[in-house]
C-alpha cells in the first residue's frame, strides 16, 4: 500500500509562515505528478499546487505570490512553503500523488491560522 507521510501543520498567526512536507515511496515520487489540497470546515476540497516530475509548477489564484510548491528528488519529498497566512487559509491540507489512473492521498495535516 503507498504511504504518502505530510508533517508541518500547526496553529500561526495572521501573516505568519509555515512549510508543509509530503514524503512519498521512491517509485511514486519520481513518476507522479504531486499536489497539495485543502479542504475547510464545510467546503469541498480545493487544489492548491502542484509540481510535476519535470519540475513544472501551478497554483491556485488565491495563493499565488505567497505559496510556493518545491520538490528534493534525493528526499523523495515535496514542499509547500506558505508564506502571508490569512484567516482563510485555516483547513486540513492534503498531499496527492497521482499518474494515469492511480491516485493516493495522505492522511492530511491541520493548518490554523489565527490570533
Known amino acids: 500500500q503507498v504511504q504518502l507521510v505530510e508533517s508541518g501543520g500547526g496553529l500561526v498567526q495572521p501573516g505568519g509562515s509555515l512549510r508543509l512536507s509530503c514524503a512519498a515511496p521512491?517509485?511514486?515520487?519520481?513518476?507522479?505528478?504531486m499536489e497539495w489540497y485543502r479542504q475547510a470546515p464545510g467546503k469541498g476540497r480545493e487544489l492548491v499546487a502542484g509540481?510535476?516530475?519535470?519540475?513544472?509548477?501551478n497554483y491556485a489564484d488565491s495563493v499565488k505570490g505567497r505559496f510556493s510548491i518545491s520538490r528534493d528528488n534525493a528526499k523523495n519529498t515535496v514542499f509547500m512553503q506558505m508564506t502571508s497566512l490569512k484567516p482563510e487559509d485555516t483547513a486540513v491540507y492534503y498531499c496527492?500523488?497521482?499518474?494515469?489512473?492511480?491516485?493516493?492521498w495522505g492522511q492530511g495535516t491541520q493548518v490554523t491560522v489565527s490570533s
Open positions: 509540481i510535476t516530475s519535470g519540475g513544472n509548477t
Open positions: 521512491v517509485t511514486i515520487f519520481n513518476l507522479y505528478l
Open positions: 496527492r500523488a497521482t499518474r494515469f489512473t492511480n491516485d493516493y
